[in-house]
């Protein structure tokens, strides 16, 4: 009996060996006859090569796994092409995924630039069981304009508005923080150097007292509020050098501010060697002292967050970010403050492990009093809403466009979301309600009577026929997620409530929107941002659907390609846009306009509408006319087509025709592919970086944690915020150049 099982066994492995080895030859051959003539070294369409690969999954990873995504989306082979037995498509992309799934994880280098996250196919990172994580190498991350003027000027006491902000970020929609994006150039450094002199400037503000022969300093303040450091007093005495000891404590109040750490003996003793040099003639006393107060405002750990991974080795080339980096990547994950509860554990030797970090993350996300405005800022870089104002529009002579005010009504939609928490990006596609002119009314949706009597917040202007404009800094519902700074875009607000398909205002909100109008996407907001000056624009939305939702790459618009549509008033948008049919166009076109059509439902303002109005000559432009005659036409109302089509998106179920924009949201926010590709933009957001291969573990962890817990965003955020991802670095083989070593956990 024994020697019969051993034999069944050993004839199920060799059956198994010989139907492995038998795919493996279906799927080269598959390859060579319907793909390798495009994808090769030479045409290297949509930039794929397959060509020499043969099977090896391992050599071709990404190759591979790209070719999976477009056949599951029926991409590939392209339409005009022979195409292969869905049987052979469905046992070619069955073993090209469990085969990529069987690999053991594997970095894979990212591309820089947030708008190149989605070219890392979806399959590498949902595709099957991932293998073990593979953390980040270590990197300097420079600060944000927030962490400047925020969190390093505000910790030095220093008013912000009196220094100029030596940093930007990007302009163009999107995520905008990313490490790789930004360093420290020849412009920022002087800006820097002009002002490091500013700041010691302001923390050394002082008056001279003179009793007689005695000099005394007296340290600047405001009321009992101190504005310069007392400790400094001893180093601004015009005529009596500082002790040694003096030089010391004014060294470690500075560190312990600017750099929140103690400094180290080396540290002080190249200082004070600064001042001693700095105070030989010609220099004074006080000006090698304010020499000395600015070389560490200068130094690289004040102007970049430092996360190396001086913190403990967790296995063999991997080590966790010391207490004093996590300090900094969590207070800036969710603002540009320093938060005082995360610096004192890291200084009190609580925040050395996952369940540390996991427990301030939490108190953090808890605490409404915390201000944590990159929770919102989130969702402004995801859905792009909030550049409304920055599309400049026509007056209109029926309708007052107040842009501020649709970003705010989309804000408070977010927040009211936000606060409930459960199913949070099914909500924001779907849910019918809005707010309407939100900044005049309570969070709760209770009419503002008397602006004066509420605590927080101030009545900002009044004008005939406008209602109260009154905004609470910090809206009990907002949990801190607000930016402090929003409240004075709002005076003289005037009625918007047309934007959302109402005649009257709303009083009791949120309110459900007439039609059947859901979600962020048909938000005047988002419909707003993503139009023309004068038009809607199909191709935008549609390319944001099918980058943001569907997380496709689309190429850029090829070099000398200009992009105009015929000006012809008789022609609705969806006719003057059959140019881009056009086979040198199609091939983009096809899976971006018929996303974008759907939204014709509205005009350029977010209006709903079920018709437009044309403009038919009814003469022709070559007949000859009168002096001074006008061509003669007449007004035509043409109705919408407010019809679109989901194609190759990567999930089967989700393909084919879509009647109106309600039904295609609905169906995308009932998608798993959406879901993914959504927690593949919070990692993006919060990490600072695209995602790698290496990933794939946190990635698929977060997406069972926000499922797990009702679609949690809060949930989403501990989980991607207390990953390895995050917490870890993988250390390079010449890791001693960055300090690492034992006892080295600053």
Known sequence: MRCC????????VCANGFAEETDAKFVE?????????CHN??????????DDLGTNLAAGRASFAAALERLKAGDMPPKDEPQPDPAAVDRVTKWLQQGLAALPAAPVESAARPSEGNHLPHALLFGGKPGPSVPPPPRLWRLSPEGYSVGFLQSLRVDSHR??????????????DYSALYWIDDGSTNVLIRNAEKIVDAITSHKLFKNGSSIRVSMASSGDEPIAFEEFAPLLHPTVAPKREQLETAIRVLYQNALVREPSAEEIESLIQLYHEASKPPGDLVSASKTMLMAPLLSPEVLHRFEIGRGAEVRPGVRMLSPGELAFALSLAFSGERESGLFNAATSGGLKTREDVEKHV????????IYKPRILGFFHEYFGYDRAPEVC????PDYFHHADQLVVDTDLLVLSILEKDQDVLKELLTTPKSFVNGAAIKFDGAPVRNPSKLKLGALMGQQLGARVSYYATDEPASGGLWGRDVRKKFRNLAQT??????????AKQPVDLPGDRIGILMQPSWLVAWSSNFFNDPVR??????EHLLGHAVPQVPVGVVIVLPDDPSQTLRQRMQITKDQACWKCHVKIDDLGFPFEAFDHFGRPRDSEFLTEKLRDASEPYAKDEKTPAQRIEAPIDSTGNIYASGDPQLDGPVEDAAEMIRRLAESERVRQVFIRYVFRYFMGRNETAGDAATLQEADRVYVESGGSFKELVVSLLTSEAFLYRTMPADSERYGVHKGNQK
Not at 163 to 176: C, E, M, T, V, Y
């Open 393 to 396: 529009k026509d007056a209109q």
């Open 163 to 176: 220094i100029p902000q030596p940093f930007a970020l990007r302009s163009d929609p999107g995520i905008k």
């Open 362 to 369: 939490r108190r953090i996300l808890e605490d409404p009093d």
């Open 41 to 50: 070294a030479d045409k290297n369409k949509g930039e794929l090569n397959l």
């Open 497 to 506: 409530e047309t934007a959302y398909g109402f005649k009257e205002w709303p």
């Open 29 to 37: 051959i598959f390859l060579q006859t319907h793909c390798v003539r």
């Open 541 to 546: 939305r549609g390319l944001w659907i099918r």
């Open 5 to 12: 099982c051993f034999f069944l066994v050993a004839l199920s």
